[in-house]
C-alpha cells in the first residue's frame, strides 16, 4: 500500500481549545520554572523553591504549590499525548510508517531537548517528552482498559518518583545541588548541564507519563477539540480534578512555604500525594480552558494567546533565554538577590513577552521558527500544508 504522510493542520482549521490550553500553560511553566534559579544565601530548598521567611513569598510558594508545581507539567504532558494522536490522525498510510513518523519527531525532539538543556536551562522537558514518545507510540493502538489502567499505573510510580526527588536540600547547598546555576565558567556550566539532562531526564518522563497516556485517551475522544460534544465529561474533570489537585498540594506547600519545619521523613509522603492530585489537576485545568473556549470572544488578547499556543515550542525555549540573560551568573546573576514574590512578576513579563512575538509572527503570517524546524526535520521532503 502506498503511503502518504501528510504535515501539520493549517492555522485555520485548527481547534481553539487545545491551542488557548498550550498558549496558557506557557503562563504556568514560566512560573513553576523560575524560582529553580533563585539560590538566596543562607535558604534551604523543596523542589528547587527556597523556603521563605517573609509573609508575601510564604504566600507566593503555598499558591505555586497547590496551583502550579506538579499540575503544569501533567497538563504538558497530556497535551503532549493529546498531540501525538492528533499527528497520527492526518497520517493517510500504514501503521507502520506513522509509527515511523512519530518516532523520528520524538527523536529530534531529543536531539532539541539535549541541546536547550546544555545551552540553556538544566530543567528541559523536551528530551522527557521525546523519550515517551520512542516508547510509547503504540500506545495510540492500545485499547482504552488498557491506556487507563496502564496510565494509572505509571501515575503511582511517578508519584513515587517524584515523592523522592522533593527531599529538602539544607541552606547553601546550591553550590552542590545547582553547580551549573552558579559556575561563572560557560563551559562548566554547560559541562554541568549535560551530566544533569542524563539523568532528570529518565527521571522527569517516567513521572509524566501517566499523563501522557491519559491525553492520548483524551485525543480519541476529541475532549478539547470539540468540548461542545463533551461538555458533561468536561464539567466532571473540572469538578473533580481541580479541587481535588489544590486539597491534595497543601500538606506541601505547609512545608514549602515555611509554615512546618520540613525534614525527609514528613516531606517525602506529602509531596508523593501532591504529585498523584496534579495527575488530576494538569488535565483538568486542560478541560477548564477547553470549556471557556466556547464562551470566550475573540478578542485580539484571546487571538494573541492562541498564536501563543500555536508557537509554544518557539515560546518555551524564548522564555529559556530570558532565564539565561536574567540569572546566568556570567551576565545578570539575579539568582542570590530576587524574592518569590519578585519572580512571579518576572515570570508573568517574561510570559506577556512571549505571547506578543507570537503575536507579531501571526500578524506577519510566520509560524514559529522552531516550529518549523521540527516540521521540516521530521516530515523531511513531505509538503506540509499551509
Known amino acids: 500500500m502506498l503511503s502518504v504522510m501528510t504535515g501539520p493542520t493549517a492555522v485555520k482549521d485548527r481547534a481553539l481549545g487545545p491551542d488557548l490550553a498550550r498558549g496558557l500553560l506557557l503562563l504556568f511553566i514560566a512560573l513553576a520554572n523560575i524560582h529553580g534559579f533563585l539560590h538566596p544565601p543562607g535558604v534551604g530548598d523543596i523542589r528547587a523553591m527556597p523556603i521563605p521567611a517573609a509573609l508575601p513569598d ?3 510558594a503555598f499558591l505555586e504549590t497547590t496551583l502550579v508545581d506538579g499540575r503544569s507539567y501533567t497538563m504538558f504532558a497530556a497535551l503532549f499525548g493529546y498531540g501525538m494522536v492528533q499527528i497520527a490522525r492526518r497520517q493517510t498510510g500504514e501503521w507502520k510508517s506513522t509509527r515511523k513518523l512519530l518516532r523520528r519527531r520524538a527523536l529530534w525532539l531529543v536531539l532539541l531537548g539535549l541541546l536547550h538543556a546544555v545551552l540553556l536551562y538544566y530543567g528541559d522537558i523536551l528530551t522527557a517528552y521525546g523519550l515517551i514518545a520512542l516508547v ?13 489502567v496502564s496510565a494509572a499505573v505509571l501515575a503511582l510510580f511517578g508519584s513515587w518518583a517524584f515523592a523522592f526527588l522533593s527531599t529538602p536540600n539544607p541552606p547553601d547547598s546550591a553550590a552542590e545541588m545547582y553547580p551549573w546555576a552558579l559556575d561563572h565558567n560557560p563551559l ?9 539532562i542524563g539523568i532528570s531526564a529518565p527521571v522527569l518522563a517516567v513521572t509524566a507519563a501517566g ?3 491519559f491525553g492520548i485517551w483524551a485525543a480519541r475522544r476529541g475532549l478539547y477539540e470539540h468540548p461542545e460534544q463533551h461538555r458533561q465529561t468536561l464539567r466532571r474533570m473540572v469538578a473533580i480534578g481541580v479541587p481535588l489537585s489544590f486539597l491534595g498540594g497543601i500538606p506541601l506547600a505547609l512545608y514549602t512555604s515555611g509554615l512546618l519545619p520540613a525534614t525527609d521523613a514528613n516531606v517525602i509522603p506529602v509531596a508523593g500525594l501532591h504529585a498523584l492530585t496534579g495527575f488530576a489537576g494538569g488535565p483538568a485545568y486542560a478541560a477548564l480552558i477547553a470549556l471557556w473556549s466556547l464562551r470566550v470572544r475573540r478578542t485580539p488578547v484571546i487571538t494573541a494567546i492562541q498564536a501563543t499556543g500555536q508557537r509554544s515550542l518557539t515560546c518555551y525555549l524564548t522564555q529559556s533565554v530570558v532565564w539565561t540573560v536574567l540569572f546566568a551568573p556570567f551576565l545578570l546573576d539575579l539568582g542570590g538577590s530576587m524574592t518569590l514574590w519578585q519572580s512571579v512578576i518576572l515570570a508573568a513579563a517574561t510570559w506577556a513577552f512571549t505571547v506578543f512575538l ?3 509572527m501571526r500578524r506577519r503570517g510566520l509560524r514559529g521558527p522552531f516550529e518549523v524546524l521540527l516540521r521540516r526535520l521530521t516530515y523531511r521532503d513531505q509538503t506540509a500544508r499551509q
Open 58 to 60: 510564604r504566600i507566593v
Open 136 to 148: 510509547l507510540v503504540s500506545a495510540i493502538r492500545w485499547s482504552d482498559p488498557r491506556l487507563l
Open 188 to 196: 562548566l556550566g554547560m559541562a554541568g548541564r549535560a551530566f544533569a
Open 211 to 213: 499523563a501522557v497516556l
Open 358 to 360: 507570537a503575536d507579531l
